[in-house]
């Protein structure tokens, strides 16, 4: 897409994409113009974001009593393409676009029911040691798990 950096290939780039959740724009995430606040998508790919580590097995294990490592948002951007509005149901893909030995990016899309991307996003997910905040390196295991989602 142009204009996008992290878009190279639009066709395989949306083609990528597998997981998704579905959310209802509420009243009180709209303006007086009955259009998207301009920062609820970040809540939206957060939410997305949280079902894709649910699924992966990450949200069980992080939530242990004696886990020590957590997730953190080191970026996060959105690109706004069409205009949502109150009461319209998204679909709200995500998908691992790339694993480093601490990191993720991850890669947003959001469809209306046209089935038209409305936004786009990206962003980086560092695994910390959640007492001492320095990155840890993804476990052996977690890397499989999330080279099978992307696939």
Known sequence: MKGIDYIQDWKSWRAGFNFYTTVDVRF???DLFNHLNNTIPFVYFED?????????GFMKEWNMPGSKT?????????NYLKQVFFDE????????AHIGKTSIDLHYMAENSE?????LGRGRIVHIDK???VPEKWTG???ERMERMMK
């Open 48 to 56: 997305a974001r949280i079902q894709l580590f649910k699924e992966l």
């Open 131 to 133: 007492h001492q905040g």
């Open 89 to 96: 149901t998204l679909k709200i893909y995500v998908k691992i």
């Open 141 to 143: 295991d977690m890397i």
């Open 28 to 30: 009180s995430e709209v």
């Open 115 to 119: 089935g038209e991307p409305a936004l």
């Open 70 to 78: 957590i997730p953190v948002v080191a970026d996060l951007q959105c």
